[in-house]
């Protein structure tokens, strides 16, 4: 146990589905990111949140959308997906100071399958 | 921006040697290099990290190096079991951004 907790662990959905990725910290980190690992891609950014607020969303298609209620919990929701978003997706959180971030601290990730 | 190339992508080491893998980054400006380990089946784990500062930490069996001049920073893992078996990626961070920039990940293999 890392102190991120990503839910669920497997997913697999249909491409007309609406589901969603959890991820919570007890690290009292004010930084949280979603990561999408795939053969092609290992480590892309999507999304940053600092301070509960989306500071960056790296070109990622709409039919995935954050949300980021307080700064222990970030959610990824999923809709009309393709085969190709099939990926494990990594939830982090950090310590963002105006000096930069610190290290990041990953979850186990969701292995989401779209069928 | 940060750009961070990792190599080799792939690397076997006989168990008891040492393995060695290079990044190179682009930006100057950036002060922040975390090394990540990640197993199967779970989420990459930060094992050691250096800061611009400093040209050199050692953490038991593994070590990192940095050379600011070339850009240039590396791990090195001694004495390999066969735990170490996992996929690597080093990093970098710039001084006030609030991301990691991440390279492609190295496989190790250790061979009994």
């Known amino acids: 146990e890392t102190g991120v907790t990503q839910t669920p662990r497997h997913l697999v959905m249909g491409m007309t589905n609406k589901k969603s990725l959890k991820c919570e910290q007890h690290?009292?980190?004010?930084?949280m990111y979603w990561y999408k690992q795939s053969a092609k891609k290992p480590l892309e950014l999507m999304f940053v949140y600092s301070l509960e607020e989306r500071v960056e969303n790296n070109s990622v298609p709409s039919r995935f959308s954050p949300e980021c209620p307080n700064s222990s919990h970030l959610f990824l929701h999923l809709h009309t997906l393709q085969p190709e978003d099939s990926a494990l997706y990594l939830c982090?959180?950090?310590?963002?100071?105006?000096?930069?971030?610190?290290?990041?601290?990953f979850g186990s990730g969701t292995r989401l399958t779209v069928v | 921006g940060e750009n961070v190339e990792q190599h080799p992508s792939t690397l076997s080491v006989q168990e008891g040697d040492s393995a060695v893998i290079k990044c190179t980054y682009s930006?100057?400006?950036?002060?922040?290099f975390p090394w990540y380990k990640q197993e199967l089946g779970k989420g990459p784990q930060l094992i050691i990290d250096?800061?611009?500062?400093?040209g050199e930490k050692k953490d038991q069996r593994i070590a990192v190096t940095l050379n600011k001049t070339a850009k240039h920073f590396s791990l090195h893992i001694t004495e390999t079991q066969p735990e170490d078996s996992a996929v690597y990626f080093c990093a970098a961070s710039t001084n006030g951004d609030d991301k990691i920039i991440f390279g492609k990940g190295t496989r190790l293999h250790i061979l009994p």
């Open positions: 690290l009292g980190h004010n930084a």
């Open positions: 250096i800061r611009s500062n400093v």
């Open positions: 982090a959180s950090s310590q963002f100071t105006g000096q930069g971030v610190g290290g990041y601290t």
């Open positions: 930006d100057s400006a950036s002060n922040y």
